[in-house]
């Protein structure tokens, strides 16, 4: 019996949009499918009698675009700007600070002139040199990948360079910098010995870099690490070339040259005084840089450097040679604290010898004492004792105050002022005659003399200081020497009570070494002064040579009176009571003067001590050159002039006669007398 199926339950479809409403038949099951696509959710209708669901409306993204498009433009807007600024407003300053951050300006140093003596031979001279340079960053440990590069670098070029560690540090470590200068103007031979430093020092670092890249390859391929840096510690280490200031006769003429600092400037004598001329105009070359080092292709713009121009001077080097060399040993034997000699031409007014004893050698200034570094003959100022009584005989004798044969009765004692006055030695009462006053020396004698230059004493001082401001003391030589004294004299209504009757005998008035031997190239020169001169030309970088201006001439006296004055110095010498004999040349006349004075300590302020000297010229009759020499505080022997500075006096005038072939005149000096017998 078939069994019956039990009845279908029937379940009510999804309605239908719109349609069951006017169909009214109710929905069967499964007759959704067949009208919805296949795979599309059923759509659930409300129930009857439910509330309608409520609908999410989205915001216009309208105004979120119109910001944020607003927010581009103006960010657009700023770099537009921004770029119209470095592009238009600015491109000159930006192209300008590009410009100089990729080009690089060094100065090229001008050549310095030379300085020749008379006869064209270099007593100064450039030679070529290195500067030592270095790339601060090279020694950072970002490329040596060495912590201390710096420290080590400097230990290893601070004994090369004779500098100080610290300050080569100093250099080494310059922040945001790729050059520095470790040291000027080093000889070749210095650069050499960092070069092949620096060689040895690379190929060990490139050995320590293979070992150590081999010892990492082998340790199993993993993670082994080269730690050789491959970087010598002095690769950062240069050169320019520059130029080395040099003088090849050592410590010769060195008080006149002077010497060159550091920066390659005159820092005293010629080199300071005429600077300008020597050192030229420097020039400078501009181009690429890429890391600190020149771009070889690129462009590069060059200002050439001017050379310096040639000076030539008035000194004869054999001749300052023979000076130097007798006043030095000298002053050793006399254990004296200076000396210098001075040589010069009485008809020109040119220095031809210029000495100072002790001296110092300008190519190493480490080992010069810096009380000799100066030129002691024109800055050294003192009181030049008998030397000084020509200018007060002069005087006399062109105020026609007395004649050569005038009677003097000497004392041994004067009374004037407030002091007693005496010669060097205690003697009896001397007749001498003015000449025998100037022969002997006599401080006394030349007391008397030089009173009769006015009615009053007042009177003769005023004389007497226009007769000296004539022969150049208290005024400049003429050579506008750096440094040179004018030395002291005071105006005659302030010369104290003593000073009076001293300064007629050379005490209680100052000079130097070139006013000295000028007084006595005035005599040689018939009583016109000339002017010293130092400098006898230029030679320009043209090649034109330019000599120097003629010197300035004026007469102190006359012809006839600086002839007598002559004839008066030769019986310094030549007679047997004088007090130059040791300063005699055989063969020719000489007119000589010695001087012994009282010397002003410059520690103490005080008398202590004497200053020797010599003055005179050659042949007599017939004046070519002058020579004067002095030393100060000798202590050992004898420490009159005519004893320890007659000899130097003979000493180079002789050299000097025979260099310059100055013949003997062959003529016979006048005798004139030098005492007198008392009733005459």
């Known amino acids: 019996m078939p069994s019956k199926e039990p009845p279908r339950r029937r379940v009510p479809g999804p309605a239908r949009s719109g349609g069951s409403a ?4 109710p929905a069967r099951s499964g007759g959704a499918g067949r009208n919805r696509p296949a795979g599309r959710p059923p759509v659930r209708r409300p129930r009857a009698g439910a509330p309608a669901p409520q609908r999410i409306r989205l915001g216009s993204p309208r105004p979120r675009l119109r910001l944020v498009s607003l927010a581009l433009t ?11 600024q470095v592009q238009a407003v600015d491109a000159s300053a930006y192209a300008a600070k590009a410009e100089k951050s990729r080009y690089l300006s060094h ?7 030379e300085i020749t003596d008379r006869s ?5 001279t450039s030679v070529d040199a290195y500067d030592i340079t270095a790339d601060p960053y090279m020694f950072t440990r970002e490329f040596s990948k060495i912590s201390d590069a710096p420290e080590k670098a400097a230990a290893l070029l601070a004994p090369i360079l004779g500098a100080e560690t610290r300050t080569l540090v100093k250099r080494l470590r310059t922040p945001k910098s790729r050059y520095t200068v470790l040291a000027h103007r080093q000889t070749p031979q210095v650069w050499n010995q960092i070069k092949d430093l620096k060689s040895v020092l690379a190929q060990k670092a490139s050995k320590e870099q293979q070992e150590s890249e081999k010892a990492a390859a082998e340790d199993d391929g993993a993670t082994g690490t080269a730690s050789g840096t491959g970087v010598s510690v002095l690769a950062g280490v240069f050169q320019e070339t520059s130029s080395k200031r040099v003088y090849p006769n050592g410590d010769l003429a060195a008080g006149i040259l002077g010497y060159v600092n550091a920066a390659g400037h005159g820092a005293g004598g010629v080199e300071s005084m005429l600077d300008k001329a020597l050192a030229g105009e420097d020039g400078e070359v501009t181009y690429a840089q890429s890391g600190g ?3 070889p292709t690129a462009s590069s713009r060059e200002k050439p450097a001017v050379p310096g121009s040639d000076i030539e001077l008035t000194i004869d080097r054999d001749i300052q040679w023979a000076a130097q060399q007798a006043i030095s040993e000298q002053v050793r034997a006399s254990k004296a604290d200076r000396g ?3 040589v010069q031409n009485t008809r020109t007014g040119e220095v031809l010898a210029m000495a100072n004893a002790p001296g110092f050698d300008p190519n190493d200034l480490s080992q010069a004492d810096t009380a000799a570094m100066g030129n002691a003959a024109l800055q050294d100022v003192y009181e030049p004792g008998s030397t000084s009584k020509v200018m007060s005989m002069a005087a006399v004798l062109e105020e026609k105050a007395a004649t050569p044969d005038t009677h003097v009765v000497v004392p041994n004692r004067l009374h004037r002022g407030d002091r007693l006055f005496k010669d060097d030695i205690d003697h009896p009462t001397w007749y001498l005659t003015l000449n025998g006053v100037l022969a002997k020396s006599s401080n006394i004698g030349t007391i008397l003399a030089t009173g009769q230059l006015g009615r009053t004493q007042p009177e003769a001082n005023k004389v007497l200081h226009a007769y000296l401001t004539k022969f150049g003391i208290g005024r400049p030589s003429g050579l506008n020497y750096p440094g040179e004294t004018q030395g002291i004299l005071a105006k005659p209504e302030d010369w104290s009570t003593s000073q009076q009757y001293t300064i007629p005998f050379g005490q209680g008035l100052s000079l130097n070494a070139m006013q000295a031997a000028s007084v006595y190239s005035t005599i040689a020169n018939g009583g016109v002064r000339i002017e010293p001169t ?7 970088p043209d090649g034109r040579f330019t000599p120097a201006p003629a010197p300035r001439k004026t007469r102190v006296v006359s012809e006839r009176t600086a002839k007598t004055v002559a004839t008066m110095l030769e019986s310094v010498v030549g007679n047997e009571e004088g007090t130059g004999t040791k300063a005699r040349i055989p063969g020719y006349r000489v007119a000589g003067k010695t001087g012994t004075a009282n010397r002003v300590d410059p520690d103490l302020g005080r008398y202590k001590g004497y200053t020797a000297s010599f003055a005179g010229f050659a042949p007599a009759d017939d004046p070519q050159i002058t020579v004067y020499c002095a030393i100060q505080n000798p202590t050992k022997g004898s420490y009159f002039g005519g004893q320890i500075c007659g000899p130097i006096y003979k000493k180079v005038m002789e050299f000097a006669l025979k260099t310059l072939q100055v013949e003997p005149t062959g003529s016979k000096p006048a005798s004139l007398p030098v005492t007198f017998k008392p009733g005459e």
Do not use: H, N, Q
């Not at 100065?107 to 002139?113: F, L, P, S």
């Not at 064209?120 to 100064?124: E, N, Q, R, T, V």
């Not at 130092?534 to 320009?540: E, N, W």
């Open 22 to 25: 006017r169909s009214g038949s």
């Open 74 to 84: 103006l960010v657009m807007l700023v770099f537009v700007v921004r770029l119209l």
């Open 107 to 113: 100065t090229i140093d001008a050549e310095r002139g």
């Open 120 to 124: 064209g031979i270099a007593l100064a």
């Open 293 to 295: 080092r020149r771009v």
């Open 340 to 342: 210098y000699v001075m």
């Open 534 to 540: 130092l400098i006898r030309g230029t030679t320009g």
